[in-house]
């Protein structure tokens, strides 16, 4: 009997062992360095790269254990100043306003999503909206924000149109596809990516045009990845080896699209219920990441400069330095 004992608390030593060993970090699981990301809205294509590099294991060889957040109320840029998050997605014209006046956030955009801003206004094919001018007598929705509404007149008045007629609604819009089919509204700002892709998807002609073939000045940075000013001082190394991994998950996205559309679905698997509309915006943004730039990330200092300029000339962003709130320096390569 007392053999039996022994060997029967032996046994249950050995497995205590092995599943407080299994609960355990490995010593290589504790050593990494953690890092919060904050997402600007719920997972999408922008976000692919990130999934991607954490799927592949490329910032744990970074050194880096990496949490992906979702947003506060008041967005990822006041999450990333305060420094509760190290990094986040934010966009060139909304981190204006946190660049400006005494006291502006301590934000930095270290990386652009994609190269080019394919964001613009999309409405029901053939109803004469396919250029800014035919905006009079629409409705648009609109979320009346001073730069919407400048953006929206500046590209009407190039062509002649008179931002004044248009009949703006209070944007209630989830669901760009049904908004336009039901006909409340005729006209809504979109990222070409996502909702014009939703709606190529759902079989819904449409006409748009994007605000940067109307004037370059609008070719601004729409997402870009922030990161927080004291953390990019204190550890630059660290930032480093971030956007080393994060490369890697954009370039892996632009060669491998439909692996890169996976990874997103299994990360978020609420996706899958619109899985044709990831699949085809994974593949419009293949082209997009990188663009015509010599890496993923690069932010060209002119174009970030002209938008700024311009928000300055139309007193948009008082006070606001228009080559402050980017750098290349973190990128790899």
């Not at 039901?182 to 939703?198: E, L, N, Q, R």
């Not at 007193?315 to 750098?327: C, Q």
Request: proline content about 6%; overall charge negative.
């Amino acid at each position: 009997m007392n053999r039996n004992f022994r060997l029967t608390a032996i046994l249950l030593a050995a497995t205590l062992l092995l599943s407080l060993s299994a609960c355990s970090p490995t010593p290589h699981e504790a050593s990494l360095e953690k890092i919060t990301f904050v997402l600007d809205w719920t997972p999408n294509t922008n976000h692919t790269g990130l999934y991607a590099a954490l799927a592949k294991g490329w910032f744990a060889q970074e050194g880096l254990d990496v949490e992906i957040v979702q947003p506060p109320a008041d967005g990822a840029e006041v999450l990333v100043a305060s420094g509760k998050a190290q990094f986040g997605v934010s966009f060139q014209d909304s981190m204006a306003p946190a660049l400006c006046g005494t006291a502006p956030l301590p934000i930095t955009a270290v990386a652009a999503v994609i190269q080019h801003n394919t964001s613009g206004i999309i409405s029901r094919a053939g109803e004469g909206m396919s250029s800014p001018a035919g905006l009079a007598g629409h409705k648009y929705a609109t979320w009346d924000l001073p730069v919407e509404k400048a953006t929206i007149a500046h590209v009407m008045a190039a062509q002649g149109g008179d931002f004044q007629s248009v009949e703006l609604i209070p944007s209630t819009v989830t669901d760009e596809v049904s908004a336009l089919q039901s006909k409340s509204v005729d006209a809504i700002w979109i990222f070409y990516a996502w909702a014009g892709i939703a709606c190529n998807v759902a079989g819904l002609e449409t006409d748009y045009f994007a605000f940067a073939d109307i004037d370059p000045v609008f070719d601004f940075y729409t997402p870009v990845i922030i990161a927080n000013n004291d953390f990019l001082s204190q550890k630059p190394q660290t930032a480093k080896r971030f956007l080393s991994a994060l490369a890697r998950g954009y370039d892996f996205a632009v060669e491998h699209p439909e692996e890169a559309a996976e990874i997103l679905m299994d990360a978020a698997p609420e996706l899958r219920s619109n899985e044709a509309l990831v699949r085809a915006s994974q593949q419009y943004l293949a082209d997009q990441y990188t663009s015509d730039a010599s890496r993923w990330g690069e932010f060209d200092p002119d174009r970030w400069a002209a938008y700024y300029r311009w928000l300055s000339e139309h007193d948009l962003a008082d006070g606001l330095d228009p080559n402050s709130g980017f750098t290349n320096d973190y990128l790899p390569g």
